[in-house]
């Protein structure tokens, strides 16, 4: 089994600056693409940047140029740089990695998520 165990999330004043971390681990798996979610009360959870095994990124409107999605390989973690906070990136923020791993003579793809780290930007 593979865990993500998330870290950094706190209170922040707006303008300010958070940088997340998700860190895999278990045994005999590698991380595909890795994932930033965000979620609010009473709405759906909002993707808000990818990035692939070969490091390339993607961000929502809403944070590009603000948010820096990165990963470090070697130590199977994943990060998220928050600049510029804003209250509306208060929220509960959710790691998910797509991971495979060995099973069998073959190999099986599995969605992982951590357990969320909230967020609060104050004004």
């Known amino acids: 089994q593979v865990q993500l165990v998330e870290s950094g999330g706190g209170l922040v004043q707006a303008g300010g600056s958070l940088r997340l971390s998700c860190r895999a681990s278990g045994r005999s798996f590698v991380i595909n693409a890795m994932r930033w979610y965000r979620q609010t009360p009473g709405k759906q959870r909002e993707l808000v940047a990818t990035?692939?095994?070969?490091?390339?990124?993607n961000y929502a409107d809403s944070v590009k140029g603000r948010f820096t999605i990165s990963r470090d390989n070697a130590k199977n973690t994943g990060y998220l740089q928050m600049n510029s906070l804003k209250p509306e990136d208060t929220a509960v923020y959710y790691c998910?990695?797509?991971?495979?791993?060995?099973?069998?003579?073959?190999?099986?793809?599995?969605?992982?998520w951590g357990q969320g780290t909230q967020v609060t930007v104050s004004s």
């Open positions: 990035i692939t095994s070969g490091g390339n990124t």
């Open positions: 998910n990695a797509d991971i495979i791993k060995p099973d069998g003579s073959g190999y099986v793809r599995s969605d992982y």
